[in-house]
């Protein structure tokens, strides 16, 4: 920063003020950041000339960390990268696991993933939705927003007995089945949420400080989007239709029907477009999969992997063993090599990659998180704007600094 | 611009709109609690505080101290100390939790084989201290009958301390064989 060493009021220095520019630092405590990230701009006048992120602040060393665990208990580590929706990335990471285990899984459990998925992501956009706007400074939308995201997070904790780090999923399956009243429950909030979702538009969709605010902001080209690695609904408010659930690579995307959502200017304001149109998306698959969900086990066939039935492990000789090895060491049996899988997390592509030596540990884990990536377009995103704006530049490429940072 | 958008714009009518929706919402009943003075009642399962559970017929705790909820922890907060009994039965001196380190995962209540931990919707504990967080076997066995003793425990057992047969299916049986060979 450039030192101004006599007092404002100087008349030489005002003129100095207007033609040097102004570093500004802000974060990593600040309400509008979404975590702890620090920006440092460089200002002339109003207009941003330099923004550069410095992430970390919420390090915990969770690939680290993962090579000491073994594959079951590195589960939980996953709840809190993307805190906002944790159900995704257990998702993301048991896919990858099964994938390199090759593990078939039931029927049902794909239903279900896919519906606690999609769950998920109206969570994630619900509170995306509402800090957003209350950036821009809408209040009320806030208010809103939470009344819906508090029904699913109940209905998150009659599942498996926890609202924000759920750590549902298992390796091979689930952690329990769902019932037939929550089923029914989660439908009576589908009936009921595409009104909601008016309601929402209704306060700020034609607002015309809400359009001032968004329109023409931050705006990035198709091709440029994909450059920079963007992915999820930042990527598609620029008119790329990308989505990895189209990949039909896991959970049954297939048997439903829905569509990708995309923008055309890609500004902040079509990215806004984009998750509002994925919240009826949303609504729409939960619902189908409800109708269709079929009766059957919840867990894989794929006894190395997959702990032992309770009521065997006790009277069972074998079972208890091979219970107690899991436990201690791992699975035993992994298949060595390496491994990327990505899944569609409502921010983005999330993906795990694995190296794994055969031991019940991998080697190396790494994460692919789309939050990292966001944050790195966002110099990108809002050099040559107002700092006014850099706000809803944030909030419109969705980060969360627990997974920016890992 | 048509006349009716010019309408639009100068009699505010986006605007108005959403305010008759706020409007709208002040006479609707409230959503919020307000919570010291009016809780809610955590849905059963709900991951709280840990409790080990006490055997009804011999009064004790049904752990054997085996470990494996302690190696099961990722965040490594059970510590267990057993010694040698009378007739070569492993005693469990000391049963330890660190809560203040717990991510509450539940996967000790899943690598647990005898179902001898749970963990109980009791969310609200606070302390001056972190020795009030450090629980030890009577505080946990104290929890027990506190908050899950009854129907409630096993219906908490019933539903959460999984997998079971049935949620295999009907492949149980293969899956014990080749169980066996891993
Ligand atoms: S709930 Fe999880 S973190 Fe807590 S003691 Fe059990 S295994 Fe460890
Ligand atoms: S796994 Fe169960 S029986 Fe073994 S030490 Fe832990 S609580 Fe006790």
Not at chain 1, 50 to 59: E, N, Q, R, S
Not at chain 1, 317 to 328: A, G, S
Not at chain 1, 388 to 406: F, K, Q
Request: a negative charge; charged letters at 25%; aromatic letters at 10%.
């Amino acid at each position: 920063m450039e030192k101004f060493s006599e007092g404002p009021g100087n008349r030489e220095e005002t003129s100095r003020l207007s033609s040097n520019g102004l570093t500004l630092n802000i974060g990593p405590q600040h309400p509008a950041t979404h975590g702890v990230l620090r920006l440092v701009v460089d200002l002339d006048g109003e207009t941003i000339v330099k923004c550069t992120p410095y992430v970390g602040y919420l390090h915990r060393g969770v690939e680290k960390l993962s090579e000491h665990r073994n594959y079951m208990q590195i589960l939980p580590f996953t709840d809190r990268l993307d805190y906002v929706s944790a159900m995704s990335n257990n998702i993301g990471y048991c896919t990858a696991v099964e994938k390199m285990f090759g593990i078939e899984l039931p029927e049902r459990t794909e239903y279900i993933r896919t519906i606690i998925g999609e769950m998920s992501r109206i969570v994630n956009h619900l509170l995306w939705l509402a800090t957003h706007a209350l950036d821009i400074g809408a209040m009320t939308v806030f208010l809103y927003c939470f009344r819906e995201r508090e029904k699913l997070l109940d209905l998150f904790e009659r599942l498996c007995g926890a609202r924000l780090t759920m750590s549902y999923t298992r390796i091979g399956g689930l952690k329990n089945d769902v019932d037939e009243q929550w089923l029914k429950d989660l439908y009576e909030f589908t009936d009921e949420f595409p009104m909601r979702i008016e309601q929402y538009e209704t306060l700020i969709d034609k607002n015309r400080i809400w359009l001032k605010r968004t329109k023409g902001i931050g705006v990035i080209s198709a091709e440029e989007a994909i450059n920079w690695g963007l992915s999820g609904p930042t990527l598609r408010g620029s008119g790329v239709p990308y989505d990895i659930r189209t990949d039909m690579s896991y959970g049954v995307y297939d048997k439903v029907k829905w569509q990708v959502c995309t923008g055309k200017n890609g500004d902040v304001y079509d990215r806004y477009r984009v998750r509002m149109e994925e919240f009826r998306q949303s609504n729409s698959i939960i619902r189908q999969c409800i109708d269709q969900i079929p009766e059957g086990p919840i867990m894989a066939d794929a006894p190395k992997f997959t702990l032992p039935a309770k009521d065997k492990v006790l009277s069972d000789m074998e079972h208890l063993i091979h219970h107690f090895v899991l436990v201690t060491k791992g699975p035993q049996t992994a298949p060595e090599g390496e491994l990327y899988v990505a899944t569609e997390v409502p921010k983005g592509e999330l993906g795990f990659f694995f190296v794994s030596d055969g031991t019940g540990k991998p080697y190396r884990m790494r994460i692919r998180s789309p939050s990292f990536v966001h944050v790195a377009a966002l110099p990108r995103l809002c050099e040559g704007e107002l700092i006014a704006d850099l706000i809803s530049n944030i909030g419109s490429i969705d980060i969360v600094l627990g997974e920016c940072d890992r | 611009m048509t006349v009716n958008e010019l309408i639009k714009k100068v009699f505010f009518v986006e605007i108005l709109k959403g305010l008759a929706l706020t409007l709208k919402h002040l006479f609707s009943p409230a959503v919020t609690r307000q919570y010291p003075t009016e809780k809610r009642e955590p849905f059963p399962g709900s991951r709280g505080l840990h409790a080990l559970v006490r055997d009804p017929e011999t009064g004790r705790e049904k752990c054997v101290g085996c470990g494996l909820c302690a190696a099961m922890c990722p965040s490594r907060c059970i510590h267990i100390y057993t010694s040698e009994g009378d007739d070569h039965k492993k005693v469990v001196d000391r049963y330890e939790v660190d809560v203040l380190r717990c991510v509450f995962c539940a996967l000790c209540v899943e690598a647990c084989p005898y179902g001898a931990l749970v963990l109980t919707p009791h969310y609200e504990y606070s302390g001056y201290t972190r020795e009030e967080f450090y629980y030890t076997k009577d505080r946990l066995l104290e929890n027990w009958d506190k908050y899950m003793a009854g129907p409630r425990g096993a219906e908490y057992l019933e539903k959460f301390w999984r997998p079971k047969s049935s949620d295999f299916g009907v492949r149980v049986e293969s899956h014990m064989e080749e169980g066996a060979k891993s």
